[in-house]
């Protein structure tokens, strides 16, 4: 997986700047735990830390080529994160092409890959990715990113060049990027959305999936080189259902290619359960038995009770599973005191950088990846599944689809996660939260791409659709990426695979719920891989803790926010609302909103005290310093 950063400086000479870029590397280090190196020459310096996952022995990085350039210097370097699924077939193509290799490790492949085919190599790639390449010849930087952005890539332009990571701490361990954050940032970090290319720090970018970024002497430009494109779907449904079990079939065993200990996340819900299934299929043909992990509770399956996003629990389901299709499944069983750990907190944090938040999922996850990376470098998942077949209530619930902004951001406000709800209107007000989320839906909307005939309801349901994978999943994946990634766990997630969002995205919303049931395109596509009462099985959200103390010991987080005068959003909380949460402790659970609601706000006031945020008063206007 690894994590990469560096610095284009065109004014200066970076040759005697080892010290600081190597600090900006060793940020990294939990992305890359086995080594670590830095590429300094002239105006440019990338730094690696490498989790070694192919070729562990070799494909130590920066890789340099052996071709020389101007003055000597290899004609290209590269610092590349993530795995390119069809490097294999790439070097035996690049090999036809006269290319010669020297390692058996991706990175090798890519690099050889943008020498024979230029900044066009990416067209070729299948994968998840964050690379940056260096052109001695070009005087120019690379940056890319893959498609569907399930690698991170950050990049912070200076006045003479560019500083980049996989994570914004490794930009901020260097003096020129500072943490600061004025309206636009802060509304940012209130909604519960990810805006291609925004970063809650002033002056930071994140460079959009699909995009790739040149840096040259004449300045930064970024191109898109892959979106996705509304196309007329001409299959009839038998032919649908065996184009995705299809896709399936090649992406899954694709995605498994490791020299390292790999396994399956398996919550026994359809996703996890079909990429598994998938899994085992392919491990048993080498005649191997996959290892599966699910995350569970104290006392959950015992004393579960239902809700509307939860109905079932998981844990019977994982275990039905892995009985069926015979993988050794494991159960990461977590209490109370770990979830509320301090230190594990303050880890989650740490490894986000920013202030998004799922409340405890966010550090259950966390601990499930660290119990999971004592076995394992590598672990399967099943994300992507509901945003790509339509999984989400928000595709069919009346409501959601007539909203005038991000369907979830309405659901999510019926049920007592309305970011505003918690903070004096004079600071919404004055932040132009209404506003700015307002400007967000527009500009999404108008990125849709048009199908000419298209219905009003069909054309409703490509916009849901568009907007749920390009402002919703980027949220996930950024989750799956942290909290994986803060133990040296990669993540693979084969419903991203731009194969199959391209051939879904497509397909009428009337197939893709022929059965009347959510997701019954996969589902149909997933028969005989499952038991029926998996297969069948109603859609659960991650699990959550169901412990009324759990809410009680979080909530003193919020009034601390509230009534300390030195908390940096005590100013700006409503004391009235605040107290309100806290007797609903008093007396019960929160809901799921609620919880999440509470431990955003909380986020929020932590990370502006971690991370030292200077705001800008100026840009905040009347809503700082104003006192209630």
Not at 490 to 497: K, L, Q
Request: aromatic share 8%; charged share 25%; with cysteine.
């Amino acid at each position: 997986m690894c994590g990469i950063t560096g610095w284009v400086d065109f004014t200066r000479d970076l040759t005697d700047e080892y010290p600081l870029v190597h600090a900006m590397t060793e940020t990294l280090t939990a992305r890359g735990p086995d080594a670590g190196g830095v590429w300094l020459d002239g105006h440019v310096a990338l730094g690696h830390r490498r989790l070694a996952v192919i070729d562990v022995e070799h494909g130590t990085q920066p890789m340099r080529t052996p071709e020389r350039g101007p003055g000597d210097l290899p004609r290209a370097v590269i610092s590349y994160g993530g795995e390119i699924y069809n490097f294999r077939e790439l070097r035996a193509e690049l090999a036809l092409l006269g290319h010669r290799f020297t390692t058996r490790s991706d990175t090798e492949v890519a690099l050889r890959a943008y020498l024979e085919w230029g900044a066009g190599f990416v067209h070729r790639l299948n994968g998840m990715y964050a690379l940056a390449i260096w052109d001695t010849a070009r005087d120019e930087l690379l940056l890319v990113r893959d498609r569907l952005g399930v690698k991170p890539l950050y990049y912070h332009p200076t006045a003479d060049g560019v500083l980049f990571g996989s994570e914004p701490k490794a930009i901020l361990a260097h003096p020129l990027a500072r943490a600061g954050a004025g309206a636009e940032e802060l509304c940012d970090a209130l909604l519960f959305l990810r805006t291609p290319g925004r970063v809650p720090f002033r002056g930071m970018r994140e460079l959009k999936p699909g995009h790739l970024l040149r840096v040259r002497r004449d300045g930064l430009s970024e191109e898109r080189y892959w979106a996705l494109e509304s196309r007329p779907h001409t299959d009839d449904l038998p032919t649908t259902v065996a184009t995705v079990r299809d896709l399936l079939d090649d992406i899954v065993p694709r995605q498994m290619v490791a020299d390292v200990p790999l396994v399956s996340l398996l919550s026994g819900g359809l996703d996890s359960s079909t990429v598994t299934a998938l899994a085992q299929r392919a491990r048993a043909a080498d005649g191997g038995r996959l290892t599966t992990f699910s995350v569970d509770f104290t006392g959950h399956t015992e004393n579960f009770r239902a809700d509307p996003i939860r109905p079932t629990p998981d844990g019977p389901y994982a275990l039905e599973v892995a009985r069926h299709v015979g993988s050794d499944h494991h159960a990461i069983v977590l209490d109370r005191a770990r979830l509320l750990d301090p230190a594990v907190r303050r880890t989650v944090l740490g490894a986000w950088d920013l202030p998004f938040n799922f409340a405890d999922l966010d550090v259950s996850l966390y601990l499930l990846f660290a119990a999971v990376r004592e076995h394992a470098t590598v672990a399967l998942s099943g994300e992507g599944a509901d945003e790509i077949f339509g999984g989400y209530l928000w595709f069919s619930d009346p409501d959601a689809r007539r909203a005038d902004t991000f369907p979830w951001l309405k659901l999510g406000a019926h049920r007592g996660l309305d970011p505003r709800s918690l903070f004096h209107p004079w600071f919404v007000d004055g932040i132009d939260l209404g506003e700015y989320e307002a400007d967000l839906y527009r500009t999404a909307l108008a990125e849709v791409p048009r199908l000419d005939g298209e219905s009003a309801q069909d054309r409703r349901t490509r916009e849901l659709g568009y907007l749920t994978l390009t402002r919703w999943l980027p949220i996930l994946l950024d989750k799956k990426d942290r909290m994986g990634m803060a133990s040296g766990l990669e993540g693979r997630v084969p419903f991203c695979d731009h194969r199959l969002v391209e051939y879904v995205f497509n397909v009428p919303w009337e197939m893709k719920t022929f059965s009347g049931q959510e997701k019954a395109l996969l589902r149909e596509a997933a028969t005989g891989l499952l038991p029926e009462s998996v297969r069948r099985r109603k859609k659960a959200a991650y699990p959550s803790i169901q412990d009324p103390a759990y809410d009680r010991a979080l909530i003193t987080g919020l009034t601390t926010a509230a009534s300390d005068a030195g908390a940096p959003l005590s100013h700006c909380l409503d004391g009235a609302a605040v107290r309100r949460l806290t007797g609903r402790t008093a007396t019960g659970s929160l809901s799921e909103f609620e919880r999440i609601l509470v431990e955003s706000t909380v986020r929020l006031d932590e990370w502006l005290r971690t991370y030292q945020v200077e705001l800008d008063t100026g840009a905040l206007g009347a809503a700082w310093p104003r006192t209630a």
